[in-house]
């Protein structure tokens, strides 16, 4: 396959990050505006207690403003602004900032001493706090702005089409952007499955992360941004913006000719599935042209709730969730509660290492009254709505774990029971695994984490948790492997499944399904259409015998087809 896309001159400056939203943009960069600081000049506070209702007023405001963004945001938004908003309202956060007034700071100083007490204790307790570190000092940059009346940090109003670039957007700033505006987000840390990430591709902006220096780029700067190859390019010449141009014609092109379930050239199915995080995903992705969901993260619905949702509120909502697909397939995850994602009502206290211990359905094993609300809950929304539902547990690693939830699946009446495989030591034993279970779905964020012992979160670790690695290759191929031998379909729903050339390694390595964000779903269709099932077992085995994560992908690109050169 050769590169139709017009070589970039030597005078313009190619920067390389990371491709985590396909597409190409073009725009003038809109920088995001700092966070602001305490000013070291600030007066000290003589009437502790005044100040104290002024801060507590700026928390307030933040939190309110929050509040205000989660009502017009989809869902997967929303819970995100929702648990900043969380934040913002901490009692413990304003008590912080009252001992630091009493003790005379100013009321910006204080605010800023509070939050960097807190920011310690959550980089103490690491994993996913140290994590929302930044959604901490978020708050704090906002609360602070609000003491001072100056405007709040973040993305300052524009009104052409243009590119966003920042350090690293915070959650509030990626939910609410607008898409008519944001023709492109460049950022300059990040990582494959970072919030702005994951945001951007459900709303179908290109995105590059990991760009280096992104934030020396003057505002106003021309960019050409290529979401797919993870190209940066500044002050392009006309050419290679006519170039782009092009392409992205031909792509949109491309990608209305082929329509319907996934199929490879020789009509092999491959089902094409969307994951979604809640009701508003579901009501943008239901009219789409896809086969189904084949990932819902049920615990993006509660991510902000205080207490444990009764059967009847989770019946309404999974009925709202399953209503737009009619008698299509929906798979949908029980609460993948714990490590990057803590439940307020599912937390059994501190753990050293939360992304190894108890979680998802290790948790659900502790607290099985959880679980059995949520498959009853499952079940009525099926009877109501004829879906075709299928339920999957996270993080399974042992054929007795996947056998205890298949059982408990199915006494609740639902009829099909799977498990996700994410965890290195499942997929190695799949076959066993899968014996008890109707399906296995490969959760390769989570299976590049512990196969190659790196945490997603940190975005500089993003070349050992590429996808591509020889070695969670191998691990997949072992997943599918054992998957046939028992006789089981096997799918996949992490990141990796929208990536239209490793769509087509997965599929020669015997995947059935494909599940990802919407705005994949065509681009995959079109690179399956493209090759045969025996082309995809070619390129499979060239991924498989080469020695590197970049060989394999350049190995792969090298012998697909060349008119898929449109989309990478
Ligand atoms: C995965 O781990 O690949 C996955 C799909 O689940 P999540 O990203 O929600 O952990
Ligand atoms: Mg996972």
Redesign the pocket.
Known sequence: MTDSTATPPTDAELRRGIGVSPGTAYGPVVQVAPAVTAPANEAPTTDPEAALVDVKAAFDSVAADLEGRARHADDTAQQILKATALIAKDKGLHKAAGKHLTAGKGKANAISAAIEDYAAQFEALGGYFAERVTDLRDVGSRAIAAVLGVPAPGVPHFDVPSVIVAEDLAPAETATLDRALVAGIITQAGGR?SHTAILAAQMGIPAVVQCPDATQIAPGTRVAVDGDSGEVTLNPTGAYVDGLRERREKRAAALTATSGPGRTKDGHHVALLANIGGIKDAEEAGPQDLEGVG?F?TEFVFLSSDKAPTVEEQTEIYTKVFAPFGDRRVVVRTL?AGADKPLAFADLGPEENPALGRRGLRLSAERPDLLDAQLEALENARKATGADVRVMA?MVATAEEAAWFARRVRENGLPKAGV?I?VPGAALRAEHVLGDCDFGSL?????AQYTMAADRMQGELSDLLDPWQPAVLDVIKAACDGAAKAGKPMGV???AGGDPLLALVLTGLGVGSLSMAPSKVSMVRFALSLHSLADCQGLAARALAAPTAAEAAAAVKEAAHEELSVLI
């Open positions: 499955t990932l993260r993948d996270p996700m994410e959760g390769t964020n989570d299976l729903c992490g990141e």
